[in-house]
């Protein structure tokens, strides 16, 4: 099993900046993908960025420019940092893991999530 913590949300106003951090732990083989996802009330999940094991990053459009995904593999730690926030950038965010196990045999995990207010 596989734990990951996420840290770093808060109240922000628009603008400003914060730096969101997932922490992995247990029982970790080989991660292909590293990322974060984001829901905001009433509206679908948001695939915000990730980064791949071979260091291949994606970005939302709508985050691009202004947020950055980093990684440490040696503390299976991945990063996100968010510059000149928007309020529609209030969601919860949650960080998402995918490792192999045994060949083609892949596992999906999930972080509790970290809410995100951007507001004046």
């Known amino acids: 099993q596989v734990q990951l913590v996420e840290s770093g949300g808060g109240l922000v106003q628009p603008g400003g900046s914060l730096r969101l951090s997932c922490a992995a732990s247990g029982t970790i083989f080989s991660i292909n993908v590293m990322g974060w996802y984001r829901q905001a009330p009433g509206k679908e999940r948001e695939a915000v960025a990730h980064i791949t094991s071979g260091g291949s990053i994606n970005y939302a459009d709508s985050v691009k420019g202004r947020f950055t995904i980093s990684r440490d593999n040696a503390k299976n730690t991945v990063y996100l940092q968010m510059n000149s926030l928007k309020p529609e950038d209030t969601a919860v965010y949650r960080c998402?893991?995918?490792?192999?196990?045994?060949?083609?045999?892949?596992?999906?995990?999930w972080g509790q999530g970290t809410q995100v207010t951007v507001s004046s």
């Open positions: 998402n893991l995918v490792q192999s196990v045994i060949g083609a045999v892949t596992n999906n995990y």
